[in-house]
Nanobody
Framework: QVQLVESGGGLVQAGGSLRLSCAAS????????IGWFRQTPGKEREFLAA????????GVADSVKGRFTISRDNAKRTVYLEMNGLKPEDTAVYYC???????????????????WGQGTQVTVSS
């Protein structure tokens, strides 16, 4: 079992920055890939980024590349999503998730993940 808790969401003006945190716990958490997604009402969850706990395995979706960065702190078992140059269209609920499998194409879909946090709201005002 893996538990995930997101934090760091809030209200920010367009052009601003936020750093989201995903605190992960559980006996097997180190064997999971951690991903970030976002969702707006009526739409499917959109993949943003994913990272492994070891090595250089990390990726960011083309839609946010250059603005969003994913990183980790192994000692704190925390994964971060740094978001810069925020736009009103970035407004959404942001989720972190954990995947037991590590097949890259499957990590791009919400269906590839087994555990989810409760989400944190990000609102970008124009």
């Amino acid at each position: 079992q893996v538990q995930l808790v997101e934090s760091g969401g809030g209200l920010v003006q367009a052009g601003g920055s936020l750093r989201l945190s995903c605190a992960a716990s559980g006996r097997t958490v180190s064997r999971h890939v951690i991903g970030w997604f976002r969702q707006t009402p009526g739409k499917e969850r959109e993949f943003l980024a994913a990272i492994r706990w070891s090595g250089d395995g990390a990726g960011v979706a083309d839609s946010v590349k250059g603005r969003f960065t994913i990183s980790r702190d192994n000692a704190k078992r925390t994964v971060y999503l740094e978001m810069n140059g925020l736009k009103p269209e970035d407004t959404a609920v942001y989720y972190c998730a954990a995947a037991r499998q590590s097949v890259s194409p499957l990590l791009l879909s919400a269906r590839g993940y087994d555990y989810w946090g409760q989400g944190t709201q990000v609102t970008v005002s124009s």
